[in-house]
């Protein structure tokens, strides 16, 4: 199995761990009702299939995220700079680009999409697509966690990827990593995203 999934699978496991926190001290009395269509994973790992064939059958969040791996994991060439970090958050020097996780080789696709057209990762956080037309709409954006914010330029995408602050001041959740990269790599990302 490559580590790619290998990782996949441990974020999957550590959201439904938070999913579940956050039910329990949200609401007593919810419901769980497989929500995102988890239930069909679910289903498909009981059902003796195995647990990763269950995910890549189910469709709705993890799913989603499992094809997502897939995509990430067959492309290996990389046409830009800016293509490369966006897959595998390294740059064409070979430098892993560092980040508030921790992680090494893992890029922007992984949580907003092998397009950019973003994702649903858990109840209540959209991961917003990043494509260089949306980002810049002039009418800004309202997330689904109530976040608001006016378009991005240049300087305010930037600060948000270095230090996760939206056009609007807002900070936004850690589960967007905080990134050092340079000014080049970012230019090289605003390049790729742009097309
Ligand atoms: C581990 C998952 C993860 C990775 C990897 C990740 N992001 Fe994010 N990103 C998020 C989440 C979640 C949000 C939404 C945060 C919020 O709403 O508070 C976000 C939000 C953003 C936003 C704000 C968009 C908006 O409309 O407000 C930008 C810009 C962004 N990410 C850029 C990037 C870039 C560039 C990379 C790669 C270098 C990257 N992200 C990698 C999870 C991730």
């Known amino acids: ?45 009981m059902g003796g299939r195995g647990m990763m064939d269950g995910m890549m059958r189910g469709g709705g969040m993890m799913g989603d995220m499992m094809r997502n791996m897939e995509e990430i994991d067959r492309k290996t060439e990389f046409s830009s700079n800016g293509e490369r ?39 209540m956080t959209d991961v917003p697509p990043l494509k260089w037309g949306y980002l810049t709409d002039p ?17 305010s995408f930037k600060s948000c990827v270095l230090a996760g602050i939206d056009p609007a001041g807002n900070e936004l959740s850690t589960m967007m990593p905080r990134w050092q990269i340079s000014n080049e790599d970012l230019d090289s990302l605003i390049e790729y995203l742009s097309k």
Do not use: W
């Not at 999957?12 to 009702?33: H, N, P, S």
């Not at 970090?85 to 992984?110: D, T």
């Not at 009418?139 to 300087?155: D, I, L, Q």
């Open 85 to 123: 970090i966006f897959f595998r958050g390294v740059n064409s020097k070979g430098e892993f680009i560092k980040n508030s996780h921790g992680m090494q080789g893992v890029g922007c696709a992984m949580c907003h999409g092998a397009n950019a057209q973003g994702m649903q990762m858990m109840m």
């Open 1 to 45: 199995m490559s580590r790619l999934i290998q990782l996949c699978i441990g974020i999957i496991l550590v959201l439904i761990g938070l999913t579940g926190l956050v039910l329990y001290y949200t609401a007593g009395d919810f419901q769980f009702q497989g929500p995102m269509g988890m239930g069909r994973g679910m289903s498909g790992m």
């Open 139 to 155: 009418k800004g954006h309202t997330h689904a966690n109530g976040r608001t914010h006016p378009s991005f330029t240049e300087p």
